[in-house]
T-cell receptor, first 113, second 114 residues
Framework: GAVVSQHPSWVICKSGTSVKIECRSLDFQATTMFWYRQFPKQSLMLMATSNEGSKATYEQGVEKDKFLINHASLTLSTLTVTSAHPEDSSFYIC?????????FGSGTQLSVL | DQQVKQNSPSLSVQEGRISILNCDYTNSMFDYFLWYKKYPAEGPTFLISISSIKDKNEDGRFTVFLNKSAKHLSLHIVPSQPGDSAVYFCAAKVGETSGSRLTFGEGTQLTVNP
């Protein structure tokens, strides 16, 4: 069945490095990909919305130059956290949509040392 | 501004009893509501939804009630089972199509004790 495969599921990196999170839609074409993050004891907060082939729309307060989103195809979207810092440590999750349903990735726990 | 709130971070019930998870929202534009369940190290999975034109939707052991005037919805699980132990997220959106964004509550950890 349709599913979003998200990798990696967890990553630990040093401050200043970049981390790429990948979401692949399996058995469906994700025309829209939502990227959320969740800090401890808070709700999932939308970071950006991307539509295949166009630039992502970022939520207020989310730096587009720091969180690079690429949605070049209907089956692949990536989020790159550039020059990660400890305050970027969070749970990141993608949600793919195909105009009918939404499918969740499994999430990525990022820890920046 | 937290537009969707789940005020109870945790809930513990006995197996066989009813679990009631609550959710409140502030944005009157929301017209479609969903509940998701999340196990550790997994992504949330869809559980049940309700459109604002209804006040109740039932699917097996799960029933969602919507009170539009109070901007409140609740998820009832009866009878509760140990396998129901998970984090439950309430979410709301404007419009039923997948192109509209979800706004999530903070989640409620449900523990069902054998």
């Amino acid at each position: 069945g349709a599913v979003v495969s998200q990798h990696p599921s967890w990553v630990i990196c040093k401050s200043g490095t970049s981390v790429k999170i990948e979401c692949r839609s399996l058995d469906f074409q994700a025309t829209t990909m939502f990227w959320y993050r969740q800090f401890p004891k808070q709700s999932l907060m939308l970071m950006a919305t991307s539509n295949e082939g166009s630039k992502a729309t970022y939520e207020q307060g989310v730096e587009k130059d720091k969180f690079l989103i690429n949605h070049a195809s209907l089956t692949l979207s990536t989020l790159t956290v550039t020059s990660a810092h400890p305050e970027d440590s969070s749970f990141y999750i993608c949600i793919g949509g195909n105009n009918e349903k939404l499918f969740f990735g499994s999430g990525t726990q990022l820890s920046v040392l | 501004d937290q537009q969707v709130k789940q005020n109870s971070p945790s809930l513990s019930v006995q197996e066989g009893r009813i679990s009631i998870l609550n959710c409140d929202y502030t944005n009157s534009m929301f017209d479609y509501f969903l509940w998701y369940k999340k196990y550790p190290a997994e992504g949330p999975t869809f559980l049940i939804s309700i459109s604002s034109i209804k006040d109740k939707n039932e699917d097996g052991r799960f029933t969602v009630f919507l009170n539009k005037s109070a901007k409140h919805l609740s998820l009832h699980i009866v009878p509760s089972q140990p396998g129901d132990s998970a984090v439950y997220f309430c979410a709301a959106k404007v419009g039923e199509t997948s192109g509209s964004r979800l706004t999530f509550g903070e989640g409620t950890q449900l523990t069902v004790n054998p």
